[in-house]
Structure formats: structure tokens, C-alpha cells
Nanobody
Framework: QVQLVESGGGLAQAGGSLRLSCVAS????????MAWFRQAPGKEREFVGV????????SYADSVKGRFTISRDNAKNTVYLQMNSLKVEDTAVYYC?????????????????WGQGTQVTVSS
């Protein structure tokens, strides 16, 4: 089993920044990717970005590219989502997720483990 715990959400003004953290515990493997998704009220869960644990390579949704950055600290089993230049439309519950295979995916259906989510609210 894998446990994921997010933290760092909260309220920010448009143009501001927040950093989310996701600590993984349990049977994680360094070669498998971890991703961030978000879900706004009344909307489907959408891909934000993904990082490969071992190589650190990343991929982002077009809506956040250039503003959000994913990084990881392997020693702490922690993945971060640095969010800059926040927009009101970034308001959502943010989830980290982990999949038990090496292929990168942007579909939430391909991920096996999820954190509880952390609320991010951006005001104008």
C-alpha cells in the first residue's frame, strides 16, 4: 500500500504563489511517476503535471505551463508543486497521485493511489 498526504493549500490572491507538498509512504518505487491533479466544483478532475521520480523529468498541462513547477526530494519521499502567478481559475482541490507502472499518464484513471486533497482558493 501507498499513502499520500498533501499539505500547503490555502488562500492566495491572484498573482500570488503557493507551494503544495505531497509526502509518500509505504511501498513506493523510485521509477514510478507521481502526478498532481485538480478538481473544481462541478468539473471533472484534470491533469496538472507529472514527474518521474528517478529522472526528475516533468510534463505539464498547457493551462499551468510556465507558472507551475513540480519537483521532488527523493530522500524525503516528497513531491512539491510550486504555483506562481496564480489565477482565479486555479481554484480547486489539488490531489497528488501515484501509479504502479513506469509510463507517464495524464489520465486520472491510470493512477492507483490518491491523497486526500488540499484546497487552493485564489481570490481576485
Amino acid at each position: 500500500q501507498v499513502q499520500l498526504v498533501e499539505s500547503g493549500g490555502g488562500l492566495a490572491q491572484a498573482g500570488g504563489s503557493l507551494r503544495l507538498s505531497c509526502v509518500a509512504s509505504g511501498r513506493t518505487f523510485s521509477t514510478y511517476p507521481m502526478a498532481w491533479f485538480r478538481q473544481a466544483p462541478g468539473k471533472e478532475r484534470e491533469f496538472v503535471g507529472v514527474i518521474a521520480w528517478s529522472t526528475g523529468s516533468t510534463s505539464y498541462a498547457d493551462s499551468v505551463k510556465g507558472r507551475f513547477t513540480i519537483s521532488r526530494d527523493n530522500a524525503k519521499n516528497t513531491v512539491y508543486l510550486q504555483m506562481n502567478s496564480l489565477k482565479v481559475e486555479d481554484t480547486a482541490v489539488y490531489y497528488c497521485s501515484y501509479k504502479r507502472s513506469i509510463a507517464i499518464s495524464t489520465s486520472p484513471n491510470d493512477y492507483d493511489y490518491w491523497g486526500q486533497g488540499t484546497q487552493v482558493t485564489v481570490s481576485s
